[in-house]
């Protein structure tokens, strides 16, 4: 065994090997050279490449248009389609003519710029199919909301009076109304932020790609800006106003105050007061003719979690 692994070791070092390999590799090289500069006939698909599209259209079947062209060329080319096969251009300009909801290609107009795409030593041998039918739609413009999805978690004695929503808080929508129709929102990605105690300032992606490629928008990301404040709760006693009391009833009802409590920021706590609220009761709406039911009708702006601390006013009709 050894001696039949030294001599082909030998074999190798010698340079009979080196000439044989010299050799081999020239007279492969010519056979190829051969093989590729001879004419063959084959058929390829090519995907085509709609240009000088009108802008109020949008192609609806584009992916699904294919040309079977059968070519007559040298093996070379052959070669350079199997690498690297380019997209035919079809010119909607002058190759097409507009029939009811579609626009048609056909092989009697547009044969001119296909052999165009091809050098002179390709020859069409045939194009199938000789029509090509795309649907279309025109462009529309749909404005819709942002839908922000965040979870935000405040730390105790925190939060904000700000409404919390992205800016902007709508995305405008460019595409074929057919599509744009069902379009109702555009949702963010998902945000999660606990115990928050400092101002949030982020970039939220939106989810896009629900609507497809055939709808189009610059916006891709929204910005959410939420100013936390040091939070403070306050109460307020108010008095009951009773509206809509038939004339000649007279009301005994009980209590004649009612708290409010609230919440706001520090820094709006000293400019809320009473006067800045106002409960009444609808006589119209009472429950079996037994008790009231409180309503807030005036608030200030600035202020959250307002709550009512008593839910039912007594009274009685005096004779």
Known sequence: MQTIKSKILGLFKSK???????????AFSILVLTKLSKVY??????DVNPINLDDTFVLINQDNAKLNITLETYGFDWLRYAI???LLDIDFNTDIVKKDSSLIWSMSRGFANINKQFSKEKKI?????DTLSFKYDSNSIKYVPIVLHANIKYAPGYNTLDVVKTKPDSIKLIGPSSILRKIRKIDTDNLDVLDVKANINKRLALQLDSIGNK??????QVQLEVKVS???EGVVSLPIEV???PEGITLNYFPKQISLSYATSLENFKNISAQDFKVVCNYKDAIDNSFLTPNLVKQPARVKNIRLLQ???????KE
């Open 230 to 232: 040091k939070f403070s």
């Open 84 to 86: 690297n096969r380019p």
């Open 215 to 220: 709808v189009k928008t610059n916006l891709k």
């Open 16 to 26: 009979k090997i080196n000439v044989f390999l010299l050799f081999f590799l020239l």
């Open 41 to 46: 006939t084959a058929t390829l698909t090519f």
């Open 125 to 129: 041998i045939s194009i199938n199919p």
């Open 311 to 317: 839910q039912k006013i007594e009274f009685i009709i």
């Open 243 to 245: 509206i809509n009391v």
